[in-house]
T-cell receptor, first 112, second 115 residues
Framework: DAGITQSPRHKVTETGTPVTLRCHQT?????MYWYRQDPGHGLRLIHY???????DKGEVSDGYSVSRSKTEDFLLTLESATSSQTSVYFC???????????FGQGTRLTVV | AQTVTQSQPEMSVQEAETVTLSCTYD???????LFWYKQPPSRQMILVIR??????QNATENRFSVNFQKAAKSFSLKISDSQLGDAAMYFC????????????FGTGTRLKVLA
């Protein structure tokens, strides 16, 4: 699993509350990604990072922000959760320039 | 913009038979990577096979092989001797060749294996 841990694994939150999901890696890889998975949409990129404090938006970034103050941690924040953000969230890393992505276990987030 | 299309939302195959999952993509790059991932009900994302665009030879991993047609921008996955454990969602993915090395995924194909 390339040493990737997501927390929490499950969360239920209320509309309008902020939520932070954490992705932690143990091996100091440079590239990290946040995806959301929804039926009929596959995995869509929310934000990604290519180094400490170097982040950029993906295709579905509205309503989300990220931070990466340390190589090993990549945080995803839903600033004010909405029901449309109910989803499964995956963190992924790339361990080299010519490799596949390795994924965390996913976080199921429900916004009620 | 780069896109990945999986036009088969669901497929079924009889156990021990062969099935092919389709994937097309769009890119202006000449060197890139393509992948097939399997996602069983456990939600874990498992790499099945990878293909480097500059290699002409189709990748093979045991019962899994690809038909990579670079000019047609097609990357299909063939599963031979299908097993019950092959039942899962399958995602095709494209990796940008440089810069941020982002991965773009298709919408997935759900494969059912019939006993």
């Amino acid at each position: 699993d390339a040493g990737i841990t997501q927390s929490p694994r499950h969360k239920v939150t209320e509309t309008g509350t902020p939520v932070t999901l954490r992705c932690h890696q143990t091996e100091n890889h440079r590239y990290m990604y946040w995806y959301r998975q929804d039926p009929g949409h596959g995995l869509r990129l929310i934000h990604y990072s290519y180094g400490v404090k170097d982040t950029d938006k993906g295709e579905v970034s509205d309503g989300y922000s990220v931070s990466r103050s340390k190589t090993e941690d990549f945080l995803l924040t839903l600033e004010s959760a909405t029901s449309s953000q109910t989803s499964v969230y995956f963190c992924a890393i790339s361990v080299g320039e010519n490799t596949e992505a390795f994924f965390g276990q996913g976080t199921r987030l429900t916004v009620v | 913009a780069q896109t990945v299309t999986q036009s088969q939302p669901e497929m079924s195959v009889q156990e021990a038979e062969t099935v092919t999952l389709s994937c097309t993509y769009d890119t202006s790059e000449s060197d890139y990577y393509l992948f097939w991932y399997k996602q069983p009900p456990s939600r874990q994302m498992i790499l099945v096979i990878r293909q480097e665009a500059y290699k002409q030879q189709n990748a093979t991993e045991n019962r899994f092989s690809v038909n990579f047609q670079k000019a047609a921008k097609s990357f299909s996955l063939k599963i031979s001797d299908s097993q019950l454990g092959d039942a899962a969602m399958y995602f095709c993915a494209y990796r940008f060749p440089s810069g941020t090395y982002k991965y773009i995924f298709g919408t997935g194909t759900r494969l059912k294996v019939l006993a």
